[in-house]
C-alpha cells in the first residue's frame, strides 16, 4: 500500500508547480492575475489603449516611504518593480484639467465625491494610515488612482496621485469574480 503523506505531498508540488508555470505564461502573454479586493478578483489582460477616466491600469508605485510602509504592512506585494514592489492595479478615477481634492472626508473628483473614498484613520491592526491632503487640478503627468469596490484599499487616499511614467499599461477584465 502506498503512503498516503507521499502521495499527498507529490500533489501538493505538482499543483504548486502548475500553478507558478501559469502564471509565469500568463505574464508573458500580458495577463495579469489579480488577487486582491481592490479590484475584482480574476484575469485582467494588458492592452494597448490610452488612459483614461474609468480605465483600469497596471502600475509600478514610486520608491517612497509610504509604499515602503505598504509593503512591511503586507497592504501591497513585492515584485520587481523599482524598490522591490509588486505591480499595481487601480482605476483612473481623475487626469490632466481634473480638480482634485482628497482629505479625511474622502476625494473629491470635479466637486463630486467618490464613493467609498473616505480615508480610514488606522487599518485593520491599527495601525496609523497615512493622512494624504491635496487640492489642486492636475496637469498632464498625474493620474487619481484607486478603487471603487473596496472602502478599505490601499490607494491615492493614503499616497496620492500617480505620475504617468509609473504606469505600465492600460489593462481589462477577462474573466473576474466577486463584486
Known sequence: MKNP???LAT???AVSVSLFVLSI????SGIYINTTPS???GFYKMVDEPIV???YVAFCPPQDAVFDM???RHYINTGNCPGGYGLLLKRVFAQSGDTVSIDQTGIFVNGEHLPNSAQLTADAEGHPLPQYKLKAVLNDSEYLLLSDVNPQSFDARYFGLIARDQIQKVVRPIFTWGH
Open 25 to 28: 505564461g500568463a505574464r508573458i
Open 70 to 72: 505598504a509593503v512591511a
Open 5 to 7: 503523506i507521499k502521495i
Open 11 to 13: 500533489s501538493v508540488l
Open 39 to 41: 479590484l475584482p478578483v
Open 53 to 55: 477616466s474609468g480605465a
